[in-house]
């Protein structure tokens, strides 16, 4: 980690930071070169589906071309730019969930409630998917409990709402364990706030 960098970005020296998996993101790779290849094929070249296809073919293949291209792009910018995801200081958690604006939303300790982790599915399963799939269908969430009067921005990614003021952090493209970060996260937050 460089500290003078995370210094300068977060006002203080970190106490915790948690970065993206770089295998993760190479891994994540592979959908971005999927949806150029077939973008390219949908759009242009024409060598599996005939050419004379609807023109819903096409346009399915100009918007898979430049989303893999964007896809392939944010994965190099976080490879050759790695800013943390997760970064805990001595006034409270930052998020990298905001998309502009630095990227980083505050969560000060004292508006912390809980910390836990959840491992869900947002996605719908289906009860005769095999065990590989079941398991990959499901994420794993860090878990903010989080006072009614907390606002959060509309647009945020890499979240969900689990309602009741739980505000879930995905962290699967994260290095590390969700139960280890929030073990970590727990340690801190209840040095600064007292709370078990």
Do not use: H
Not at 43 to 70: E, N, Q, T, Y
Not at 93 to 107: M, Q, T
Not at 153 to 173: C, E, H, I, R, S
Request: hydrophobic letters at 45%; one cysteine or more; charged letters at 20%.
């Amino acid at each position: 980690m460089d500290n003078y960098r995370e210094e300068l970005l977060f006002g203080t020296k970190p106490l915790k930071c948690f970065y993206y998996s770089k295998t993760m993101l190479l891994i994540a790779l592979i959908p971005s070169l999927v949806g150029i290849f077939f973008g390219l094929e949908l759009a242009i070249f024409r060598f599996i589906f005939p050419k004379d296809g609807p023109i819903l073919v096409s346009i399915l293949g100009w918007i898979a071309l430049p989303a893999g291209c964007l896809g392939i792009i944010l994965i190099i910018y976080k490879m050759i730019n790695p800013k943390p995801f997760i970064v805990a200081t001595e006034n409270g958690l930052f998020a990298n969930v905001i998309v502009g604006k630095g990227g980083y939303l505050f969560f000060p300790w004292e508006e912390i409630l809980d910390i836990s982790t959840i491992s869900y599915s947002t996605s719908p399963t289906d009860t005769n998917e095999s065990a590989l799939m079941r398991q990959v269908s499901y994420d794993d969430y860090i878990i903010l409990q989080l006072p009614s009067n907390f606002e959060t921005p509309k647009l945020m990614v890499q979240t969900y709402d689990f309602g009741d003021n739980q505000l879930g952090l995905a962290v699967n493209m994260i290095e590390g364990k969700a139960g280890d970060m929030v073990i970590e996260l727990r340690k801190i937050w209840s040095q600064k706030t007292g709370r078990k």
